[in-house]
């Protein structure tokens, strides 16, 4: 649970009362995306959507 949090963080989003699951689940999402890129990992158009979604849970899909 701290990796999440601790990740949450680094996309520095405020953890309140006003937090949303969405904006908890794009904060994340743009930490999992930030340790890929900074690891080197290159995916394609599919790849990259897959792992949003599996990032978000779904919750970004629109």
Same mark, same amino acid.
């Given at each position: 649970?701290?990796?999440?949090?601790? +990740?949450? &963080?680094? #996309?520095?989003? !405020?953890?309140?009362?006003? #937090?949303? !699951?969405?904006? /908890? &689940? *794009? *904060?994340?999402? =743009?930490?999992? $995306? $930030? /340790?890929?890129?900074? =690891?080197?990992?290159?995916?394609? &158009? +599919? $790849?990259?959507? =897959?792992?949003?979604?599996? &990032?978000? +849970? +779904?919750? /970004?899909?629109?």
């Amino acid at each position: 649970m701290s990796f999440v949090l601790q +990740g949450i &963080a680094y #996309a520095n989003f !405020p953890l309140n009362d006003e #937090a949303t !699951p969405e904006g /908890l &689940a *794009a *904060a994340w999402t =743009a930490n999992v $995306e $930030e /340790l890929c890129r900074v =690891a080197l990992l290159e995916f394609d &158009a +599919g $790849e990259k959507l =897959a792992v949003r979604r599996w &990032a978000s +849970g +779904g919750l /970004l899909d629109h």
